[in-house]
Each structure stands twice: as C-alpha cells, then as structure tokens.
C-alpha cells in the first residue's frame, strides 16, 4: 500500500460512560496497553505517520499517554457525533495530500494490520468513493444496520436506536463495523448535508451513506462476517473479553515460535514485550511494557517483569517482581525478589529472599541472598552483602551512593550509611552502623561493647 493512498483519522473523543470511568475509554488497557494503543499498532505499518486524531474528553490525558502524535490530535471540545468529528478533523485529512481517508474508532483493540491493508486494497481495486466494513456477529448490539435493496446494494446505515422494522424492513443480522474509508474529493461535497435530525440529537457518519447513495456515488460494504476483532469496547465486560483473546493469541504465537509455556492459559505478556525462542515461562506469569525474555532464560510462576531485560540462562524465581531492570546472563533472582528501577545484576549474580534492588548495580558473581535493601549503590564483583543489610541512601533530602569494592564481605544486619565507601576485601562486622569509609582489605566494626548484667529474681 502506497502511504500517499489514503490517510487516517482515529476517533477518541468520546467519554464512554458504559465504562464507567473519570479516564478516557480510549485509555482503557488490555495486556498493559491501551486501546489507543492497539489501533495506532495496526495502523502505522500501513499508512506512517499519516495518522490523525480526534480527541474530546479528556483530551488532555490522551495527549499525554501518546507524546509522539503531539502535532496530529485535533480537538473536538463538544462531542456532537461521529459526524461532527470528522468534520472538525476534515482540514487537517485534506491537508495530508492523499485521495482517501480512513475512519476508524479508537476503541477496537483488536484490530489487526492485516484487516486495514486488505480494506484499503479493495477500495483501491474498486475505486469506491465511500466504503466501509461489515459485520453479522451473533449479537449486533448497539451497532449501526446496514439496510440493503433487493439486489443486494447498500443503502443506508441505521443506528441501532433509530432502526424501525415498519420502516427498515426486518433485521437482517449485518451491522456496521465502524470502519470507514472515504474518497476525499466525493465525500466533501456531503459534510455540510449532515444533520442531527434523530433521536440522539447527533452528527453520524452512517448518514453519509445514505447521502452518497442518494447522490448516485459508489457505495460498497465489504462483509468480513462475523469478526469479532472489528467491534468496539463500550463496557468492562467487553473489555476484559478483548483482553483475553488479545492474552490467547500472543500465547499461540509465541508457542508456535519455539517458546515454552507452562500452564500457559494464565501467561501474560503485552504485545510490547519480546520473548525469544528457547525462553520457558511458567504461569500465572505477567510480562508488559518493552521487556526481553532471551533464549536460555527461565521464568517461574508469579512473577510480575515491566520494561525490563532478562538475559539467557537466568533464572527469575517465583514471586520476583522487576521493573526497569537489568538481569545479566546465569543470574538467578528470587523468590520473592524486587527489582526497581535501575537495578542492574551483572553475569551470574544473585539477589535471594526478599532483597530489594532500586538504582543498584550488583557486580558479577555477588551476592545478597536474604533480606536486604540496596539503593542507590554500586557492589563490586564476588561480594557478599549479609542478610539484614541495608544502605541507608536518604538523608530527608537527597539520595547518596554506597560503593563497595570487589570481593568484600558485608556482615549480617549492617547498616551503610551514604555516601560510603567499603574497599576491595574489606570485611564489615555484623550488626555494625559503617558512617565512615573502609579501606582496602581492612576490618571495620562499628557496634556498642557487649554488656551482661546479672539479674536476681524474687521467689514467690
């Protein structure tokens, strides 16, 4: 497909009050994404950049979550309609210097690439000047009747809430799907003969149809059956039914890629995330954002990992949470690890039993097996950080770095209080507060003397 064929204008305008929610219903999230999300997803590889936006409620919170379209939103403060958005987004369409203009809503999810570049092959091939797709879903819902003649041509699109059998005829099964490509030269003769003439009391692009067949345009529906991947989100039911096919085709896929699966009806992982063949996950296991799973490394069962690297032969152990992490090669992490932003474990590493790493860089072949925090901090490497041990980062105003060289040993339950530095085979006492550097090799102990005191009981 050829980008200066056609444009497209998605519309996230609307509150969806189904939803029932203060936030935009385009920001919803399946798998870690929004709905806005998925749409951009499927249509960028087909049309670039030439992709705008209609934004309403909230417009604010949507222009935040998608920085990159910044110059491409354009804003309908009162929501009058499907109609009266595209005409509000008309000037930038004829703007863009193509012949078509692909109308999409921006709260069907699944919505894949392959959907979008068939259409606009067909309507190139048929040369129509106002095409949409169809849809016979088992249930039609709220969606928009299309009403045929009797040879088979469309003639008008009918929402849901107007549709009248006396009128309409009988119910044919076949709703619109939403999904619009419009010549620009044709269709601009009939923005201004839109009306609100119905019982919502708003501008709808259905009316186009009619108006097109009226003006003896070619008009072509084209059937995609009963697809459910075209219809959009109106309530928490839908959505979370969205969000479970969009969870079992990312599982099928990564399956047949060579990716092993345990229990693999509850693994999750956003459609950002990468994980390689060779990779073995067990579930329930969720992994979102732009994180990487490498061949080789193995993740067990409730782990939750965000943005994060995992390398191959690495071992996340269940019930590890890691955010904005780094995991090198053969590390092992867990159970019940948490890595937060900017913990980093060089190769063969290990973080134990509830150990906390946040802005830290664990050197290769160190160790904090048991109950530790670690902030803001550098550990050299084959270290060993005792259980109990914290580094005390926070003075109430600002974070401080704790270095420790390579090779040193941390006692249990030490205290580090940045900024510090433990040199190369330093050895700290157990139970000492360090407020001072250590020097290589040398013994620091920083702790009261031992007092016994006798004590004398009273015989009852």
């Not at 949409?132 to 003639?155: C, H, K, L, M, Y």
């Not at 459910?228 to 047949?256: H, T, V, W």
């Not at 190369?424 to 003397?449: E, F, M, P, Q, Y």
């Amino acid at each position: 497909m050829n980008n200066s064929f056609a444009c497209a204008l998605v519309l996230a305008g609307g509150k969806g009050t189904r939803m029932h929610s203060d936030s935009p219903k385009v920001l919803k999230t399946l798998l870690g994404e929004s709905m806005l999300y998925y749409v951009y997803k499927a249509l960028k590889p087909v049309l670039g950049d030439a992709v705008f936006t209609i934004v309403g409620f909230e417009a604010g919170q949507v222009e935040k979550a998608f920085p990159e379209m910044k110059d491409r939103f354009v804003l309908q403060e009162e929501q009058l309609g499907t109609g009266h958005a595209l005409q509000k987004g008309w000037d930038r369409i004829t703007s863009a210097g193509v012949e078509y203009c692909l109308v999409i809503n921006g709260d069907t999810p699944l919505i894949q690439e392959r959907v979008v570049s068939d259409f606009l092959d067909a309507v190139k091939q048929d040369g129509s000047d106002l095409a949409f797709v169809s849809i016979t879903p088992d249930d039609p819902a709220s969606f928009g009747r299309v009403i045929r003649d009797s040879s088979g041509q469309v003639t008008a699109i009918v929402e849901a809430k107007d549709f009248d059998e006396n009128v309409h005829g009988p119910i044919s099964g076949e709703v619109n799907a939403g999904l619009y490509c419009l010549k620009i030269s044709a269709v601009e003769k009939l923005l201004s003969k839109l009306n609100n003439n119905n019982n919502s009391g708003e501008y709808y692009i259905t009316d186009l149809v009619d108006l097109a067949v009226e003006c003896g345009m070619n008009v072509t529906a084209v059937n995609a059956g009963n697809s459910a991947d075209l219809m959009g989100i109106n309530s928490p039911f839908e959505l979370a039914q969205a969000e479970s096919s969009l969870r079992l085709r990312g599982a099928e896929k990564l399956l047949k890629n060579g990716v092993t699966l345990h229990n693999w009806e509850s693994v999750i992982v956003g459609p950002g995330a990468e994980v390689e063949p060779g990779a073995e996950i067990f579930g329930p296991c969720e992994i979102y954002g732009r994180s990487k799973i490498e061949r080789g490394a193995v993740v067990e069962s409730h782990c939750r990992i965000v943005d994060s690297f995992v390398s191959g032969g690495a071992l996340i152990k269940a019930y590890s949470h890691l955010e904005e992490a780094q995991v090198g090669p053969d590390c092992m992490v867990g159970p019940y690890g948490r890595l937060r932003p900017g913990a980093v474990l060089k190769e063969g590493a290990k973080v134990g039993n509830f150990v906390e790493m946040k802005k830290a860089v664990l050197g290769k072949g160190a160790k904090a097996s048991h109950l530790t925090y670690l902030g803001d901090c550098e550990i050299g490497a084959e270290t060993n950080i005792g259980a109990g041990t914290i580094t005390c980062n926070y003075d109430g105003v600002n974070k401080h770095k704790t270095v420790i060289g390579e090779g040193a040993f941390i006692g249990s339950n030490t205290a580090l209080v940045a900024p510090v530095t433990i040199g190369k085979g330093a050895l700290i006492g157990a139970g000492s507060t360090i407020t001072k550097n250590v020097k290589d090799g040398d013994l620091g102990v920083a702790r009261g003397k031992q007092v016994n005191i006798s004590r004398t009981f009273k015989k009852s």
